[in-house]
């Protein structure tokens, strides 16, 4: 089981909201080998900005370092990856750190998992693990 965690799920696992039980049980089927999860550096910044807007810098700095430990890969976009963002930017309306989301999942050929209402809208390119309300 592939899967891309986008921003929103990974917030929804930090602050404990409704969704995170859900985020979690990902994160522990990976860790028994049942489920391979990536997710962006471009989201991994998203969170890593909203984090510090929200609840401060040694939060934020705590993040990115708890981030080591997840049972996911983190994936820098290259330059090829960056303009399939753009392209997908352009023509959804999506933000453009959403579009590093599905680009990445588009190439990872896997799920992505989300609750942001935005991306549900997406389904006729990726397949959507909705985890929202």
């Known amino acids: 089981m592939r899967k891309v ?11 404990g909201q409704r969704s995170a039980g859900a985020v979690q049980a ?21 969170v890593f900005y909203l984090v510090h807007k929200r ?16 049972p996911l890969r983190t994936i820098v ?5 960056i ?7 352009a023509l959804h309306p999506i933000s453009y750190a959403d ?14 998992v989300t609750g942001d209402p935005e991306l549900r809208t997406l389904s006729d390119l990726i397949e959507i693990d ?3 309300r």
Not at 83 to 89: I, S, W
């Open 5 to 15: 965690l986008d921003a929103w799920a990974i917030m929804e696992w930090l602050q």
């Open 26 to 46: 990902l994160f522990e089927q990976a860790e028994a080998g049942n489920a391979d999860l990536s997710m962006s550096m471009v989201n991994g910044g998203e």
């Open 55 to 70: 609840l401060g810098a040694s939060q934020a700095e705590a993040f990115l370092k708890g981030l080591e430990s997840l």
């Open 77 to 81: 976009p290259d330059a090829k990856g």
């Open 83 to 89: 303009l399939e963002a753009a392209r997908l930017k």
């Open 99 to 112: 579009a590093f989301a599905v680009s990445t999942a588009m190439r990872e050929k896997a799920a992505l």
């Open 130 to 132: 909705w985890i929202g």
